[in-house]
Every structure is written in structure tokens, then in C-alpha cells.
């Protein structure tokens, strides 16, 4: 027993201890204090962030990776053994292959340079749509930029024949961008739009692969949620809520998330792809709403993967490819010399770089220390913590909020027993016989 309170003690700080040391010892829960623990836990959500709670929200963000891992563990061990013995297999035999010495080392490290280039922009995706609106922008960030690295490099080198991952360094980005055979005198080869985007499309579909992988927590949760009868999700909570609410009293906001319900459930398939492949701030809603009412789950990401894989993606990459081509970016450029000449000199700067280090010999590349690419990084790295810290918080309070139900299911179902017991013992079966 003293170990048992010893662990709630330690990782259950925020709970009431009175409360648990009655509880364990053989407290009798009413209805009265069943309603009171639930207000009290989810007032110990509301207030529980990584700011003014590191050691409690750290605990509970390791708790949810160690079960992940083993439900993860027991599911393959169990119903799909056979399929993880054979990915064992093949993870052990990919894992001799890349140690043992040999000639087929050159195919394996052109392979391993692919996998983890691909692998990069997967996880950016994934990064970019994951979670409940706390994603990373990614393609801000990191998808965009590169494509316009690549466009103007294409047209600064009067060719498609550039080094665009950097050779052996290829996540570091050394020497990326770097003409190959660069001939200042040469005569320019004719560039198109479509051959532009040939060379980041394997970039950009991949990353919409992540983003596709990303919607689909939602999805899950919703779908979990209504096998348990629906009332474990808040978000999904809060969306009933506003459907059942008067539509007279309806904000912009619900008018809109109520129009993406009823567009959902009248066309389905056509409506996810639809959704999915323009920008789409309200596309958690679609992962809920289709979790919560039971679309196959095949209906859901089949959809989502065309529409952000295979048409948001390329059509946010031409765009890139169009904005920074050599005749509109010089359309810019002259407005900027116009309008704006102090934001001009800047932006000129810059390209001025870009151009030195594009025609630049591989093992010269320089970055640019100007003033704007400081700030530039330091707001991506101020952008990439901010997510570390909201996935680990928002990961820490769904376990926080899983066993605080568990907690609450426990004392109900307490109670009901302890009723039936009740109920059971005032029968007349259970009553003194009168004597005579």
C-alpha cells in the first residue's frame, strides 16, 4: 500500500493527496464529491502549462511516450507478430547490409543520402500539421525558401544543372544552390516553370505526405472518443456545443466551422478533398468531425493524401516558382525601387549574396551576416522551441487528462457498486425472519 501512495505523491502532484490517501484507505465516494473531483482535475488542466508546471508536465509527457511505446510493443507482439517479425527481419538485414564492406557501399550511400533528404521534408511535414492548431510552418520556413533558392539559382546559372542538396552534407546545406558548370558567357538555356518545379517536386510532395500524416491525431481522437460515447474530447465537446447552439447567435467563426460540418456530411469524400487541398485553417475540424461520425478511415486520409500531397503541395510550389522567376521577381523589385526604397536596398542585398554564392566554386559558400538573416534565424529557431514546448505540453496534458478520467470512471463505477451493494442488502431476501 505505501508504494502505491508513494507514486501518487510523486507523479500526481496537482491531485488533491487528502483525496487519494481516502480513496486508496477505502473512502466511500457520493455523487456530491465525484462532481466536486471532476470540477477540481479539470481546474488543474486548465492551469497546468509547461511555464509554471516543468517537472508535472515533463512526467506526464514521458508517461505518454512510455505507453505509446508499449501499446505500440503489444500490438505488434500480439494481432500483427508476423508482420513485426518480418519488419525485424528485413530492419536486421538492412542493418548487415549497411555495415558490411563491399561494393554494393556505393548504392547503399546514395541510398541513405535519399532516405534521410526525403525523411527531412517528411517530418517538416508532419511538423507543419500535427496537433490541435500548435503546428510548425514549415513551409515558410524551410519548403518555400528552398524553392526560391532553386529558382533564382536556375536563372543565375542559366541552367537546371545545380547542386541543390549540398553533396555529402545535404541536411547541412553546405554548398547547396552551387552551379555546377557555371559559364558567365554562356548562352542562356531557355527555363521553364515546369522544369523548375521537376526539380523540387520530390521536396515538396514528400512534405505533403507529412502534412497528410499530420491531420491524422485528430482524426484518432475523435474516432476514440465517440467508441467511448463521445463526451472524453473537449475540442470535440466544444464543437457540439456550437451546433447545437442557436444559429442566430452563431459568430463568424462557428458560421464557418457549422458551413464545414454540413459541407462534410453532404459530400464526404469530394468535401475532405476539397478542404485539404487549398490553405485551410479549420482542417482539425474536418479530422473531428469525420472521426466523430464514423468515416472509414481510407474515405479520410485517401482524400487528405491527394488533396495535400499530391495538389496543395505542387500548387504552392508553382506558386513559389512563379513569385520568384526572373521577370516577376524584377516586376518586384522595380515596384520596391519605387515604393519602398529602403526595403529595396535590403532585399537587394540579399539577392546580391544569393548571386555571389550561386556562382561561387564548391567549398566557398558564405552566408550573408546581414542584419535581416540574423533575425530571419533567430525567429526560426524561436518558432521551432515554441513547437518542441507545445507538442511536449500538449502531449503532457492529454495523458494528464486521460488519467484524470480514468480516475473519475474509477469513482463512478465505485459508487454504482457500492449502490447495488446498498440496494441488494435492504431486499427482503437479505431481511431478519420474524419468529414467532
Given at each position: 500500500m505505501i508504494p502505491i501512495l508513494w507514486f501518487f505523491l510523486l507523479f500526481?502532484?496537482?491531485?488533491?493527496?487528502?483525496?487519494?490517501?481516502?480513496?486508496?484507505?477505502?473512502?466511500?465516494?457520493?455523487?456530491?464529491?465525484?462532481?466536486?473531483?471532476?470540477?477540481?482535475l479539470f481546474q488543474i488542466r486548465k492551469i497546468a502549462r509547461i511555464w509554471n508546471?516543468?517537472?508535472?508536465?515533463?512526467?506526464?509527457?514521458?508517461?505518454?511516450?512510455?505507453?505509446?511505446?508499449?501499446?505500440?510493443?503489444?500490438?505488434?507482439?500480439?494481432?500483427?507478430?508476423?508482420?513485426?517479425?518480418?519488419?525485424?527481419?528485413?530492419?536486421?538485414?538492412?542493418?548487415?547490409?549497411?555495415?558490411?564492406?563491399?561494393?554494393?557501399?556505393?548504392?547503399?550511400?546514395?541510398?541513405?543520402?535519399?532516405?534521410?533528404?526525403?525523411?527531412?521534408?517528411l517530418i517538416l511535414g508532419i511538423s507543419s500539421s500535427i496537433g490541435f492548431g500548435t503546428g510548425l510552418h514549415t513551409f515558410v520556413m524551410?519548403?518555400?525558401?528552398?524553392?526560391?533558392?532553386?529558382?533564382?539559382?536556375?536563372?543565375?546559372?542559366?541552367?537546371?544543372?545545380?547542386?541543390?542538396?549540398?553533396?555529402?552534407?545535404?541536411?547541412?546545406?553546405?554548398?547547396?544552390?552551387?552551379?555546377?558548370?557555371?559559364?558567365a558567357n554562356a548562352v542562356a538555356q531557355t527555363i521553364t516553370i515546369f522544369q523548375i518545379l521537376n526539380k523540387v517536386k520530390?521536396?515538396?510532395?514528400?512534405?505533403?505526405?507529412?502534412?497528410?500524416?499530420?491531420?491524422?491525431?485528430?482524426?484518432?481522437?475523435?474516432?476514440?472518443?465517440?467508441?467511448?460515447?463521445?463526451?472524453?474530447?473537449?475540442?470535440?465537446?466544444?464543437?457540439?456545443?456550437v451546433l447545437q447552439k442557436d444559429p442566430a447567435h452563431h459568430t463568424l467563426w462557428?458560421?464557418?466551422?457549422?458551413?464545414?460540418?454540413?459541407?462534410?456530411?453532404?459530400?464526404?469524400?469530394?468535401?475532405?478533398?476539397?478542404c485539404a487541398s487549398i490553405p485551410n485553417p479549420l482542417f482539425d475540424l474536418a479530422g473531428l468531425v469525420c472521426g466523430r461520425f464514423g468515416i472509414p478511415f481510407y474515405t479520410f486520409f485517401g482524400a487528405t493524401f491527394i488533396g495535400k500531397a499530391c495538389i496543395k503541395a505542387m500548387i504552392s510550389a508553382i506558386s513559389v516558382v512563379v513569385l520568384f522567376s526572373d521577370d516577376i521577381l524584377q516586376l518586384i523589385m522595380k515596384q520596391l525601387q519605387i515604393w519602398i526604397p529602403p526595403l529595396y536596398i535590403i532585399i537587394k542585398s540579399i539577392l546580391d549574396?544569393?548571386?555571389?554564392?550561386?556562382?561561387?566554386?564548391?567549398?566557398?559558400?558564405?552566408?550573408?551576416?546581414?542584419?535581416?538573416?540574423?533575425?530571419?534565424?533567430?525567429?526560426?529557431?524561436?518558432?521551432?522551441?515554441?513547437?518542441?514546448?507545445?507538442?511536449?505540453?500538449?502531449?503532457?496534458?492529454m495523458q494528464m487528462k486521460k488519467e484524470h478520467v480514468k480516475e473519475i470512471e474509477l469513482l463512478s463505477n465505485k459508487h454504482q457498486s457500492l449502490s447495488h451493494q446498498n440496494i441488494s442488502d435492504a431486499t427482503p431476501d437479505n431481511l431478519p425472519q420474524q419468529t414467532n
Open positions: 500526481d502532484t496537482q491531485a488533491n493527496s487528502l483525496f487519494v490517501l481516502k480513496f486508496v484507505i477505502g473512502y466511500k465516494p457520493n455523487l456530491d464529491d465525484i462532481a466536486i473531483r471532476s470540477a477540481a508546471q516543468p517537472f508535472t508536465i515533463l512526467s506526464y509527457f514521458l508517461k505518454a511516450i512510455w505507453e505509446g511505446c508499449f501499446y505500440v510493443f503489444s500490438e505488434l507482439s500480439g494481432q500483427y507478430l508476423p508482420f513485426a517479425l518480418s519488419l525485424l527481419a528485413l530492419t536486421m538485414a538492412a542493418i548487415m547490409t549497411y555495415l558490411v564492406d563491399g561494393p554494393h557501399q556505393k548504392t547503399v550511400t546514395a541510398m541513405e543520402a535519399e532516405f534521410l533528404w526525403l525523411g527531412w521534408w524551410f519548403l518555400g525558401p528552398h524553392i526560391a533558392h532553386v529558382t533564382i539559382a536556375a536563372y543565375t546559372c542559366k541552367s537546371l544543372d545545380i547542386e541543390t542538396r549540398g553533396g555529402e552534407n545535404s541536411l547541412l546545406k553546405i554548398n547547396s544552390y552551387i552551379c555546377r558548370n557555371y559559364d520530390s521536396e515538396a510532395f514528400w512534405w505533403g505526405v507529412g502534412t497528410a500524416l499530420g491531420e491524422l491525431p485528430p482524426y484518432f481522437v475523435a474516432r476514440a472518443s465517440a467508441n467511448h460515447d463521445g463526451g472524453d474530447d473537449e475540442d470535440l465537446a466544444s464543437f457540439e456545443s462557428e458560421k464557418l466551422q457549422v458551413s464545414m460540418f454540413n459541407m462534410l456530411q453532404k459530400f464526404g469524400f469530394w468535401a475532405i478533398l476539397l549574396d544569393q548571386v555571389r554564392n550561386f556562382t561561387n566554386k564548391p567549398g566557398t559558400f558564405q552566408r550573408p551576416s546581414n542584419i535581416f538573416v540574423v533575425t530571419w534565424n533567430t525567429l526560426i529557431l524561436t518558432m521551432v522551441m515554441y513547437f518542441i514546448f507545445s507538442f511536449v505540453e500538449s502531449t503532457a496534458l
